[in-house]
Every structure is written in C-alpha cells, then in structure tokens.
C-alpha cells in the first residue's frame, strides 16, 4: 500500500470513527433535548425506530428519588385504587368509535359530554371561554392549537394567543406571534428543584436575572392573532420593583409591593404588540396573556419531554391564585409520547401516576372538562420500510382506559390519523417530520380541524 492509499484508509477510518461516536452520544440528555438524539447509520440497519428515545427520562421520578428512567419507582408512593385497574397493564384492544367517517370523542365522565366548556361557550358572546392545551412537543410552536384556536374563534368570536410564557427557547418556531426576550432564566419541568413551589399548569415559569424584557408582536398567520384587546402580565415579586407595560396605545410603569401572591397588571385597548419590561432581578414571571374580553381562547403549553407526571406536584394553592385571572373551561391533556419505549407493553407506573396527575389537575381546576388526548401514531423503521410503533397503539389503549378510570373523555389520535399506517401516509402527504413522530404546521392543521369534527358532533348531542 503507498503512503497515499494508506493516507487515505487512515482518514476514512478516523471518519468513520467519528461518526460513531456523534451517534452515540446522549445529545438530547447534555443539552436538555435541544439537540436530539441520532444515529447516523440508521439506514444500514435492518430494523431501528426513527423516534428519538424518550426525552424526559422521567424527570419526576428522579426528583422523589427514583433512578433514571425508573417509572416503577414512584408506583408505591401514588395513593390510588389499584383494585379496579381491570387489566389495563396489557390492555384488550378496543376501536375508537367513528361517526360519518370522524373519530368520535369518548366520554367517560357519567354525565353529558363538556357540560362545563358547553356551558362556557353559550356564554361566549358575554365572556371568555377559555381552552388549555398541556403537552409535550407534539405540540410545540402552537402545532394543532393555532389552528384550533382559529376554527373556534371564527365560530364563536375572539382574539389573540392567549398565554405565553416571557421566555421561549424557540422563538421563531411559532408562527402566531414574533416573541423575543433578555433577561430571564426559565425554569421548568426538566429543571424544577426537587421542593419547587411553583408549578402550575404551563409546568415553566421564569425570574429575572437583572433587568428583563420580553416583547410580543402579532402575525398576519390567523385573522384572530392580528390583534387583541387585553394585555395582562402574571407575576410574583419577591420584593418592590418597578414594571412598565406598553402596548401600541399606551405605556405605562406600576410600582410593586411585594408579595407571596399572584398578582396581574393589564392594559387595555385594540393592540398588536405587548411589552414588559421590569428594572428587578427575582421577579417571577408566570406568563402573560394576549386576549379580547370574549369569544374562546387556546393557551398552548408545551414543554419538550414532558409526560405529563409531574402535574401531579401542581402547586393548589398556586393554581387557585392564578385561576382568578386565567381559569379554564376545559383542558385537554396531550401526553404519553415521552413515555413510550420501543418494546415494551405495560406501563403499570405511567398509568398510576398519570391517575394522580389527572385527580390533581380536577381538584386545581374544578370548573373545567379534561380530554384527555391519545398519542398520535408514531413509526419505527423496518428495512426501507416504515411501520406504525406497536408500543403507541398500547399506549393509546392505556389512555383510553385512563379516561375511563379518572371518569374524563377522551380522543384517539392515532385512530383519528388512521390507525395502523397512518405515520407513513401523513409522512407521504408532507404532515409529519422525518422523525416519523411530530406534525409539522400543516399536519398540525389536518388534526384539528379531525379533532373540530368531533367537538361539534359532540357538543351537538
């Protein structure tokens, strides 16, 4: 071999090296899932799912002292009937209920189907019916809420985007609002301490760390986020500082007490920009919302790799303070992705403490209806070929009798998207990622204006 064959072995064979190791490291665990995970040489094996590994790591068990990933640990320490479980650990395969051609919503609850929000929304025309969305990444960027918010606002009035939080790893993702942000350090669900008092329903919340801003601009995306009427920042000071508020109307400073409390300032008037900006650091911002004074609104609350367990810490008290300025009439639950892991088909732990979880978010919220909302269908990778995950069609089928447990409703996704096959077609028709997993902004569309149709079918019982 002449010096530059072996020049040439040697730098292929250091490549190659290099790409193994890239694959093998953990990037979603170092960089708190902002980079993904990712194996380079997928499309060499022969079977390999295309879904990145559960992001979360089950956050909340580590926090109450389980080991990574240990869901089982926290089994023992949930206070729930377990004598009625009916063999939901490997679940009878049940089909979602279809009316002309749309998957139904199934109501769990013993009474009629969105007593509350249907209460709500005959009101809308005096008041604000108020919808959050709680999930994971499936729905970051306002995926699926943005379009939903849209469809009920043109039928029933409203606008804006509702909640936001002040700081936003992935600011140019959301097409509804331009928002940008100094000053703050974001705490959430992969970061809350161990005996953090301040988790809520959007599971983030931040501080500032000197003097901070965050600003929100509208978007011509939706008729209903070009403007709104109602700024209103959420937040609890510690200590007396100084907050302005500016809007393209008005502008105006409040000087704070402190306090343990919630507390809201708001300026009023047709907008479409919103600003906050305080001369203090440990200020806790809780969110702001952009809203008209009726019609419906859609909070999206999405944090990446959450499972939803850990709404089962929601601080009460916490909820109750913030509920007297942002209450809901209806939650929707979107979680379970983060807790599939390809293989496995029992999730006796995800299902005891999701029991928690849920009994936790009716007693914060008690004049709210929960859906909850099945995992949509997510693809492994067999050969060339792509297939649905199994482990999803279980977890779905865990979901389902989750809601029966916890007398909620609930929705299949993955039956709404088609069932079996369903990834590959989306991912054929341009909705779906190449991670055969997450809605791009136009799959996002498609599952609401499924998930509408079936709204209206029931509210129309």
């Given at each position: ?289 952009l809203d008209s004074g009726a019609g419906v609104q859609v909070d999206c609350m999405s944090v990446r790799g959450n499972s939803g367990m850990g709404l089962r810490a929601m601080n009460a008290d916490l909820c109750a303070q913030m509920s007297r300025y942002v209450g809901y009439d209806l ?45 949509g269908d997510r693809g492994v990778k067999n050969g060339t070929a792509v297939e649905s995950l199994s482990d999803a069609k279980i977890m779905g089928q865990v979901q389902r009798r989750l809601a029966r447990k916890t007398g909620t409703l609930f929705w299949d996704t993955r039956a709404a ?45």
């Amino acid at each position: 071999m002449n010096d530059s064959s072996r020049h040439l072995f040697v730098l292929a064979a250091l490549s190659l090296g290099l790409l193994v190791l890239l694959s093998a490291v953990p990037w979603s665990r170092l960089t708190g899932n902002i980079i993904k995970d990712f194996n380079l040489f997928e499309d060499l094996l022969e079977t390999k799912t295309l879904a990145e590994a559960p992001t979360e790591d089950f956050t909340e068990v580590q926090a109450e002292g389980g080991s990574d990933g240990d869901i089982a640990a926290i089994a023992d320490s949930i206070e729930v009937d377990t004598a009625a479980t009916d063999s939901v650990f490997m679940p009878v395969i049940e089909e979602a209920p279809v009316t002309d051609g749309y998957v139904m919503i199934e109501n769990y609850t013993g009474g009629v189907p969105f007593a509350k929000f249907r209460a709500a929304l005959a009101q809308a025309g005096g008041r604000l019916a108020r919808v959050a969305v709680v999930g994971d990444s499936y729905i970051e960027g306002d995926i699926f809420c943005q379009n939903l918010r849209e469809i009920l606002q043109q039928r029933y009035g409203g606008n804006g985007t509702g909640f936001l939080p002040v700081h936003s790893d992935f600011p140019g993702f959301r097409k509804t609002v331009r928002q940008s942000d100094s000053g703050w350090k974001l705490h959430d669900i992969r970061t809350f301490a161990r005996r953090d008092s301040l988790r809520n329903i959007a599971c983030s919340y931040a501080k500032s760390v000197g003097a901070a801003s965050a600003s929100f601009k509208a978007t011509n995306a939706f008729p209903g986020v070009s403007e709104w009427t109602e700024s209103r920042f959420l937040f609890i000071a510690p200590d007396s500082c100084s907050v302005r508020l500016s809007t393209s109307g008005a502008s105006q400073s409040f000087e704070v007490s402190p306090s343990p409390q919630v507390q809201m300032l708001s300026l009023s008037g047709l907008t479409d920009r919103f600003e906050v900006s305080t001369d203090a650091p440990g200020l806790v911002a809780l969110g702001v919302c952009l809203d008209s004074g009726a019609g419906v609104q859609v909070d999206c609350m999405s944090v990446r790799g959450n499972s939803g367990m850990g709404l089962r810490a929601m601080n009460a008290d916490l909820c109750a303070q913030m509920s007297r300025y942002v209450g809901y009439d209806l939650i929707i639950l979107e979680f379970g992705m983060n807790a599939i892991t390809p293989g496995q088909n029992e999730y006796e732990g995800y299902y005891l403490s999701m029991q928690k979880a849920i009994a936790k978010v009716r007693a914060c919220y008690p004049e709210a209806d929960i859906l909850v909302m099945g995992v949509g269908d997510r693809g492994v990778k067999n050969g060339t070929a792509v297939e649905s995950l199994s482990d999803a069609k279980i977890m779905g089928q865990v979901q389902r009798r989750l809601a029966r447990k916890t007398g909620t409703l609930f929705w299949d996704t993955r039956a709404a998207m088609g069932g079996d096959g369903a990834v590959a077609e989306w991912r054929k028709r341009k909705l779906v990622n190449a991670d055969y997993i997450h809605l791009n902004h136009d799959g996002g569309a498609e599952l609401a204006r499924l998930f509408d149709k079936a709204l209206q079918i029931s509210l129309n019982e």
